[in-house]
């Protein structure tokens, strides 16, 4: 393959297209990569893959990630990075990259293609099944490509089956209940300037499988010993794996120190890719099998209970000596060297069986926690069941005895510089959990989630006390992992769904004229609502004070299409809203309409809204904007679960029917010449009734229904026409200077006649009579919640209640959500009222606050405490260093006597 | 996330449906309960340890509601029943995934 090129830190380096990056900077010799985050000190490569804690670098190409370990970048032509320490930076640009997400249902996964994952994948093959195999290498074979060896023959060719999907770069993140697995699979960067533009960088996959068998091998692990953090003390597969496959040959001789076999395996390799092994140093007494005699062999020196203290550096901070310690004479020795390859023992991956509750075992034959786990639905394969292969000795569990002094620099944690005396001084503190003692000294709290550390704590706090073992691994147990398993961008996570995709808009049939017609937009919900309309250099307050006057005074328009519709048909219909409203529906004559407040069954106001009876066994049901699903699946599940025997179909129809409120004293005469069929009079068309009529042939329900307290006209028609009877209304309107008018006029107009919005006006906590609404709860019919009514915490003294604030004029308008406080309480050092503890005291809170022009001094609705029974109280309501005053009073501010709504 | 049998639409993700908590807690007649009883009824309902029969609804699916027994310790799920149907028996104790009896320790 023809080399490639990319920057490190400004300057050129070369690699092998899809390569390590971190392969590539030590052959280019670079051993310090970065320096550590707290203490500064040089830090190289240790390992091979996600674990590394060390070599972290900021993409300066591309999307500019973050904190990604140089192990697992590949290298590609255009590719530019820059070292980190420890703490990333976000780009400032926003993300351009593509995302996308995937779901796939399969009979069989496998997590890892070593090969106990291929060999399981072909038994599932064999077996009939399809199988999803998912690696997150660039390609398969796991240790063995860290060995250089091709797959066998057998495995190789079975990745061609028919029944296999096999992705590589894809790293399973999580193991959720009932064999669900989040995968991500990097498909881009590894391709640099080459990868096609519209790819998804990063594809996240859901995966529901049948059978999931995680074969997800084994990280090695460190030793814990003085300086044991200097570029130039690597892992010893992974220092064997860069020198024997990757080419490195920076390193002239090495030291080995192990505690198991595979340091001997690794020892050898260096000894054949032509480093001068001065000696393998193991701290066990005595070793057997086929790598140790092929090491000795090899000419290298073995020395059994032996091992290495600390080490030195040059004035670089590169290491360039170990000092050796015999374990049973204490004597040391020194020794040069510039590479120490540290062998500590395998850590099986366990964490993705962890995620859904399964507690590794330890072994102390593998020093090592396992899953070995077999059901029909789950079941682990090699290093993670404990199947290490060859003819090891058993491996011990291993760390020098170090003095205080020492255990300064003794890492447990490198990315987070924690160390044994950290953790000492934690154990010292009297802490015994490892949990604890994470959270004490921030192991495992860094990107690497603890891949190499968690196990050196196991091993650390065995030792604490004088070095002999005073607990076993087994007794204090693994760290717990949570999913990810590796980092996952957000950007990932959010897909496609970003921006205007991150969530549905919803728009009424009139959207367009509004936009066309200036409207700022407020979104409720999902909806997009004309929230004012402007003219040219009108501010908001302008806007609102026009469309006001013009609604009192005039004639105006609003679009109310986005009110929650619901259908409710059927014989029982009426009985049914008898139970479901606080008030009686089944005696409302046809042709009507009946405002209702509904409540769950704790008593608490719920939702309200206008009802109108179409027909002897059909209601149309309106809900707040924001409430219509909620009080749809509310009706669904009282019908569903407590009253089938009920004959009652609720269908939404929000969207099929769009409504137009007219408002104003001149509503009735302009809405008379678009309606000739029906007679319009307060006389013949009352107040709270409903009429159908035609408008040019097409049908249209009018009900004289008011959310303003004017005489207004709701006409209700057909989603698909509303934009043609809407731009006639505006034709004919003209002369009567109609005037369209957004949610903020309409939040005036409601809050000046008391009338309240469930959700804004209420927190949850507020029952009819605390809304001063008694005279719509039925004293004779049973409904949902009414029990509740005589609760005595729902009845007590000092509830909140809704009452009305009236401000003087020119005073400043009081912030929605501002605390209302006795009048005068003591002022705190914030210049706040307060209490003789300096807490303010506080007796209520504003729930809608306005300007209103009827008035022409702003006022709010507010909930206070016992505040029915405080009219005419004088309350103030501080705002940072100032308190505004305002005195409650009834909740309905203008026309008490509905004279204006005929 | 769930892997939840709608007895209409089949296996679906949890996020297609919403909770109801306990199963088989029928609507009292409120006017024969103490205060305490009503309270009762209103706010507490069982969550054990083990296997519970509880009310699901297939919200962005059929809109059904319907029960099932889950395990709230492995979130096994057992038998499925419509409501107003019989309730089958609770699984018996299950076998924790580490083949041990009982609970996550």
Same mark, same amino acid.
């Given at each position: 393959?023809?080399?490639?090129?990319?920057?490190?830190?400004?300057?050129?380096?070369?690699?092998?297209?899809?390569?390590?990056?971190?392969?590539?900077?030590? +052959?280019?010799?670079?051993?310090?990569?970065?320096?550590?985050?707290?203490?500064?000190?040089?830090?190289?490569?240790?390992?091979?893959?996600?674990?590394?804690?060390?070599?972290?670098?900021?993409?300066?190409?591309?999307?500019?990630?973050?904190?990604?370990? $140089?192990?697992?970048?590949?290298?590609?032509?255009?590719?530019?990075?820059?070292?980190?320490?420890?703490?990333?930076?976000?780009?400032? *640009?926003?993300?351009? $990259?593509?995302?996308?997400?995937?779901?796939?249902?399969?009979?069989?996964?496998?997590?890892?293609?070593?090969?106990?994952?291929?060999?399981?994948?072909?038994?599932?093959?064999?077996?009939?099944?399809?199988?999803?195999?998912?690696?997150?290498?660039?390609?398969?074979?796991?240790?063995?490509?860290?060995?250089?060896?091709?797959?066998?023959?057998?495995?190789?060719?079975?990745?061609?089956?028919?029944?296999?999907?096999?992705?590589?770069?894809?790293?399973?993140?999580?193991?959720?209940?009932?064999?669900?697995?989040?995968?991500?699979?990097?498909?881009?960067?590894?391709?640099?300037?080459?990868?096609?533009?519209?790819?998804?960088?990063?594809?996240?996959?859901?995966?529901?499988?049948? +059978?999931?068998?995680?074969?997800?091998?084994?990280?090695?692990?460190?030793?814990?010993?003085?300086?044991?953090?200097?570029? !130039?003390?690597?892992?010893?597969? &992974?220092?064997?794996?860069?020198?024997?496959?990757?080419?490195?040959?920076?390193?002239?001789?090495?030291?080995?120190?192990?505690?198991?076999?595979?340091?001997?395996?690794?020892?050898?390799?260096?000894?054949?890719?032509?480093?001068?092994?001065?000696?393998?140093?193991?701290?066990?007494?005595?070793?057997?099998?086929?790598?140790?005699?092929?090491?000795?062999?090899?000419?290298?020196?073995?020395?059994?209970?032996?091992?290495?203290?600390?080490?030195?550096?040059?004035?670089?901070?590169?290491?360039?000596?170990?000092?050796?310690?015999?374990?049973?004479?204490?004597?040391?020795?020194?020794?040069?060297?510039?590479?120490?390859?540290?062998?500590?023992?395998?850590?099986?991956?366990?964490?993705?069986?962890?995620?859904?509750?399964?507690?590794?075992?330890?072994?102390?034959?593998?020093?090592?926690?396992?899953?070995?786990?077999?059901?029909?639905?789950?079941?682990?394969?090699?290093?993670?069941?404990?199947?290490?292969?060859?003819?090891?000795?058993?491996?011990?569990?291993?760390?020098?005895?170090?003095?205080?002094?020492?255990?300064?620099?003794?890492?447990?944690?490198?990315?987070?510089?924690?160390?044994?005396?950290?953790? +000492?001084?934690?154990?010292? $503190?009297?802490?015994?959990?490892?949990?604890?003692?994470?959270?004490?000294?921030?192991?495992?709290?860094?990107?690497?989630?603890?891949?190499?550390?968690?196990?050196?704590?196991?091993?650390?706090?065995?030792?604490?006390?004088?070095?002999?073992?005073?607990?076993?691994? @087994?007794?204090? !147990?693994?760290?717990?992992?949570?999913?990810?398993?590796?980092?996952?961008?957000?950007?990932?996570?959010?897909?496609?769904?970003?921006?205007?995709?991150?969530?549905?808009?919803?728009?009424?049939?009139?959207?367009?004229?509004?936009?066309?017609?200036?409207? /700022?937009?407020?979104?409720?919900?999902?909806?997009?609502?004309?929230?004012?309309?402007?003219?040219?250099?009108?501010?908001?307050?302008? $806007?609102?004070?026009?469309?006001?006057? @013009?609604?009192?005074?005039?004639? &105006?328009?609003?679009?109310?299409?986005?009110?929650?519709?619901?259908?409710?048909?059927?014989?029982?219909?009426?009985?049914? #809203?008898? +139970?479901?409203?606080?008030?009686?529906?089944?005696?409302?004559?046809?042709?009507?309409?009946?405002?209702?407040?509904?409540?769950?069954?704790?008593?608490?106001?719920? *939702?309200?809204?206008?009802?109108?009876?179409?027909?002897?066994?059909?209601?149309?049901?309106?809900?707040?904007?924001?409430?219509?699903?909620?009080?749809?699946?509310?009706?669904?599940?009282?019908?569903?679960?407590?009253?089938?025997? #009920?004959?009652?179909?609720?269908?939404?129809?929000?969207?099929?029917?769009?409504?137009?409120?007219?408002?104003?004293?001149?509503?009735?005469?302009?809405?008379?010449?678009?309606?000739?069929?029906?007679?319009?009079?307060?006389?013949?068309?009352?107040?709270?009734?409903?009429?159908?009529?035609?408008?040019?042939?097409?049908?249209?329900?009018?009900?004289?229904?008011?959310?303003?307290?004017?005489?207004?006209?709701?006409?209700?028609?057909?989603?698909?026409?509303?934009?043609?009877?809407?731009?006639?209304?505006?034709?004919?309107?003209?002369?009567?200077?109609?005037?369209?008018?957004?949610?903020?006029?309409?939040?005036?107009?409601?809050?000046?006649?008391?009338?309240?919005?469930?959700?804004?006006?209420?927190?949850?906590?507020?029952?009819?009579?605390?809304?001063?609404?008694?005279?719509?709860?039925?004293?004779?019919?049973?409904?949902?919640?009414?029990?509740?009514?005589?609760?005595?915490?729902?009845?007590?003294?000092?509830?909140?209640?809704?009452?009305?604030?009236?401000?003087?004029?020119?005073?400043?308008?009081?912030?929605?959500?501002?605390?209302?406080?006795?009048?005068?309480?003591?002022?705190?050092?914030?210049?706040?009222?307060?209490?003789?503890?300096?807490?303010?005291?506080?007796?209520?809170?504003?729930?809608?606050?306005? %300007?209103?022009?009827?008035?022409?001094?702003?006022? @709010?609705?507010?909930?206070?405490?016992?505040?029915?029974?405080?009219?005419?109280? /004088? /309350?103030?309501?501080?705002?940072?260093?100032?308190?505004?005053?305002?005195?409650?009073? *009834?909740?309905?501010?203008?026309?008490?006597?509905?004279?204006?709504?005929? | 996330?769930?892997?939840?049998?709608?007895?209409?639409?089949?296996?679906?993700?949890?996020?297609?449906?919403?909770?109801?908590?306990?199963?088989?807690?029928?609507?009292?007649?409120?006017?024969?309960?103490?205060?305490?009883?009503?309270?009762? %009824?209103?706010?507490?309902?069982?969550?054990?340890?083990?296997?519970?029969?509880?009310?699901?609804?297939?919200?962005?699916?059929?809109?059904?509601?319907?029960?099932?027994?889950?395990?709230?310790?492995?979130?096994?799920?057992?038998?499925?029943?419509?409501?107003?149907?019989?309730?089958?028996?609770?699984?018996?104790?299950?076998?924790?995934?580490?083949?041990?009896?009982?609970?996550?320790?």
């Amino acid at each position: 393959m023809s080399e490639i090129h990319f920057y490190f830190d400004d300057q050129l380096y070369k690699g092998q297209p899809g390569e390590p990056m971190a392969a590539a900077l030590l +052959r280019g010799g670079l051993l310090s990569i970065t320096n550590s985050t707290y203490h500064g000190r040089p830090r190289g490569v240790i390992g091979l893959g996600v674990e590394e804690p060390n070599a972290l670098v900021q993409l300066v190409s591309g999307t500019k990630e973050s904190m990604r370990p $140089a192990t697992v970048i590949e290298v590609a032509e255009g590719l530019t990075a820059r070292s980190l320490t420890g703490i990333g930076a976000l780009p400032e *640009d926003a993300e351009e $990259a593509r995302y996308d997400k995937t779901n796939r249902y399969v009979d069989t996964l496998v997590v890892g293609a070593g090969v106990a994952g291929l060999t399981a994948a072909a038994e599932e093959l064999r077996a009939g099944r399809e199988v999803l195999l998912i690696d997150d290498q660039p390609t398969p074979g796991g240790h063995l490509r860290h060995l250089g060896l091709e797959l066998p023959s057998a495995l190789g060719d079975m990745l061609s089956h028919k029944n296999l999907t096999y992705i590589s770069r894809c790293t399973a993140t999580g193991l959720y209940d009932q064999n669900y697995i989040v995968a991500i699979e990097r498909r881009s960067d590894h391709l640099g300037n080459a990868a096609p533009v519209n790819r998804a960088r990063i594809r996240v996959w859901h995966i529901r499988a049948e +059978r999931v068998i995680l074969a997800s091998g084994a990280f090695q692990r460190p030793l814990i010993f003085a300086n044991n953090d200097r570029p !130039g003390i690597m892992l010893s597969h &992974a220092a064997a794996t860069y020198v024997a496959v990757h080419g490195v040959k920076i390193f002239k001789q090495a030291v080995v120190v192990t505690i198991d076999n595979q340091g001997y395996r690794d020892a050898l390799r260096l000894h054949n890719a032509g480093v001068n092994v001065l000696g393998i140093y193991d701290a066990r007494s005595t070793a057997s099998g086929a790598s140790v005699d092929a090491a000795k062999a090899a000419g290298i020196p073995i020395h059994f209970r032996a091992t290495v203290l600390d080490t030195s550096s040059n004035a670089e901070g590169i290491l360039n000596g170990v000092t050796i310690q015999d374990l049973d004479t204490k004597e040391i020795v020194q020794t040069a060297t510039d590479l120490l390859a540290v062998s500590g023992g395998w850590t099986p991956i366990v964490d993705l069986a962890t995620h859904i509750g399964i507690k590794p075992t330890w072994s102390g034959q593998h020093a090592a926690f396992l899953v070995n786990h077999t059901t029909d639905k789950l079941r682990t394969a090699g290093m993670l069941a404990g199947d290490f292969g060859g003819d090891d000795d058993p491996a011990v569990f291993f760390g020098p005895v170090l003095d205080a002094e020492q255990a300064r620099t003794a890492y447990i944690d490198l990315q987070r510089d924690s160390t044994l005396h950290d953790l +000492r001084r934690g154990v010292g $503190a009297g802490l015994h959990s490892i949990e604890h003692i994470k959270r004490y000294t921030t192991i495992g709290t860094a990107h690497d989630q603890g891949k190499t550390s968690g196990m050196l704590t196991i091993g650390a706090l065995c030792q604490v006390n004088n070095g002999e073992p005073a607990r076993s691994p @087994a007794d204090i !147990g693994t760290l717990t992992f949570r999913p990810p398993y590796v980092p996952i961008p957000f950007a990932a996570l959010a897909g496609r769904e970003r921006g205007e995709l991150s969530d549905p808009i919803r728009i009424t049939p009139l959207h367009q004229w509004h936009v066309e017609a200036g409207a /700022v937009f407020e979104d409720v919900g999902q909806w997009k609502r004309p929230w004012y309309f402007p003219k040219p250099g009108e501010s908001m307050e302008d $806007a609102v004070k026009r469309e006001c006057i @013009a609604a009192r005074e005039g004639v &105006a328009v609003m679009d109310a299409s986005t009110l929650g519709k619901i259908d409710i048909r059927g014989a029982d219909a009426g009985v049914f #809203l008898d +139970r479901i409203y606080t008030n009686m529906f089944s005696t409302l004559p046809e042709g009507q309409c009946r405002y209702g407040l509904m409540c769950k069954a704790d008593g608490i106001v719920f *939702d309200d809204g206008v009802t109108t009876r179409l027909g002897k066994n059909h209601y149309l049901m309106t809900t707040t904007t924001g409430g219509a699903a909620r009080v749809l699946a509310w009706l669904e599940e009282w019908l569903q679960t407590e009253w089938p025997e #009920l004959e009652v179909y609720c269908t939404s129809v929000t969207e099929h029917i769009s409504t137009i409120a007219l408002v104003g004293p001149k509503s009735r005469a302009l809405l008379g010449e678009l309606v000739k069929d029906i007679d319009l009079s307060a006389a013949a068309f009352p107040f709270m009734h409903s009429r159908e009529a035609t408008i040019d042939g097409i049908p249209v329900r009018i009900a004289r229904i008011s959310f303003s307290g004017e005489l207004a006209f709701e006409i209700n028609v057909n989603w698909g026409h509303a934009r043609y009877l809407w731009e006639k209304l505006w034709k004919l309107g003209r002369p009567y200077d109609l005037t369209a008018y957004g949610t903020e006029t309409m939040h005036v107009l409601r809050a000046e006649k008391g009338y309240v919005i469930i959700g804004q006006d209420t927190d949850g906590t507020q029952t009819p009579y605390d809304l001063n609404m008694g005279w719509i709860v039925s004293k004779k019919k049973e409904f949902i919640g009414k029990r509740s009514f005589q609760l005595p915490y729902l009845k007590a003294a000092g509830r909140q209640q809704l009452v009305g604030l009236i401000q003087q004029p020119g005073e400043e308008l009081i912030p929605e959500g501002a605390y209302i406080t006795v009048l005068n309480a003591t002022q705190d050092d914030q210049g706040a009222p307060a209490d003789r503890h300096g807490k303010t005291q506080h007796t209520g809170f504003v729930t809608s606050a306005y %300007y209103s022009q009827t008035l022409g001094a702003p006022f @709010a609705l507010a909930l206070v405490a016992d505040g029915l029974n405080r009219m005419g109280e /004088v /309350v103030s309501i501080p705002i940072g260093k100032k308190v505004l005053q305002a005195t409650i009073c *009834d909740s309905v501010f203008i026309d008490k006597e509905n004279t204006k709504r005929d | 996330m769930l892997y939840i049998p709608c007895p209409h639409c089949g296996l679906r993700n949890e996020n297609e449906f919403h909770y109801g908590a306990e199963a088989g807690v029928g609507y009292p007649d409120p006017n024969t309960l103490s205060d305490s009883e009503w309270a009762k %009824y209103l706010h507490i309902r069982a969550n054990p340890k083990g296997w519970l029969a509880e009310r699901w609804v297939h919200f962005a699916g059929c809109g059904r509601w319907f029960n099932l027994w889950r395990n709230t310790v492995t979130h096994e799920i057992g038998p499925v029943y419509l409501p107003f149907t019989k309730q089958p028996k609770a699984p018996a104790p299950e076998t924790h995934r580490d083949g041990k009896e009982g609970s996550i320790q």
